[in-house]
């Protein structure tokens, strides 16, 4: 099921290969922090499908607000990864979630669960490589961000 919602993503992001690569990147990501973590498998799939469709709502938001910014994609997201994962026939409770996480994922304040906590690490491994980050910022995102014992062994592996 994870390889249809991510033949979707790539459907959805049509040809804007920079966004489906960050996608498939953080989703791999997630899978190697929760598979190291050990988490169970029904949450295991919340991160996979979070990693998956975690920017889903960037094209929504470029055309509505004319901004990729968070706070945007955080409002669009959700409704389109639910409709994505609906066709799917994934249960409500793991739906409701995931969008939870899409709809908050550049608000830090909210993580309230280790399946929030790996998005977000996740998401940052992938955007400081991608995003070229000066050395003081990675330092300060890993001692502010970085909660979990394989996210941060991952982190120090790669960044330090």
Excluded: W
Aim: hydrophobic letters at 40%; glycine letters at 6%; one cysteine or more.
């Amino acid at each position: 099921m994870i390889e249809k919602i991510i033949r979707e993503m790539i459907l959805y992001f049509n040809k804007d290969v920079k966004r489906i690569n960050h996608a498939l990147k953080v989703h791999d990501f997630c899978a190697a922090i929760a598979g190291l973590e050990g988490l169970d498998e029904k949450s295991s799939l919340v991160v996979n499908l979070s990693g998956i469709l975690h920017d889903i709502g960037i094209k929504e938001a470029e055309i509505k607000y004319g901004s990729a910014a968070g706070p945007y994609q955080e409002k669009e997201g959700p409704p389109i990864a639910k409709e994505i994962m609906e066709k799917h026939l994934i249960d409500a409770d793991i739906i409701e979630r995931v969008c939870f996480i899409v709809g908050h994922h550049h608000s830090y304040n909210k993580i309230d669960n280790v399946d929030f906590q790996i998005l977000v690490e996740a998401d940052f491994l992938v955007n400081i490589f991608e995003d070229q980050m000066e050395r003081s910022s990675v330092t300060s995102i890993r001692n502010k961000y970085f909660k979990t014992q394989a996210g941060i062994e991952l982190f120090d592996e790669m960044y330090q």
